[in-house]
């Protein structure tokens, strides 16, 4: 038998995302406001996704992660 993998939460994903999202973006000296034009999603949004409030679609995480130079799976890393 294969061993159970822990399973995760919605808020706990989002929590995982807005963290590095949040360090990517700093790390790379972006403004939230660049990274939002940049990717062509709303700063408000982008805000939003930072702080674990907003639930990305794989779209925008994929515009996001494009605009920083990282995969998907950077954004959803486990922290």
């Not at 403004?31 to 702080?51: C, H, M, P, Y």
């Amino acid at each position: 038998m294969q061993p159970e993998t822990p399973r995760k939460t919605l808020e706990e994903v989002k929590a995982d995302i807005a963290v590095n999202l949040k360090n990517i973006r700093k790390s790379q000296n972006i403004a939230q406001e660049k990274l939002a034009l940049e990717a062509g999603v709303d700063r408000t949004f982008v805000s939003k996704i930072e702080r674990g409030v907003g639930n990305p679609s794989l779209e925008v995480l994929l515009r996001l992660s494009n605009r920083l130079g990282v995969s998907v799976a950077d954004l959803l890393a486990e922290n």
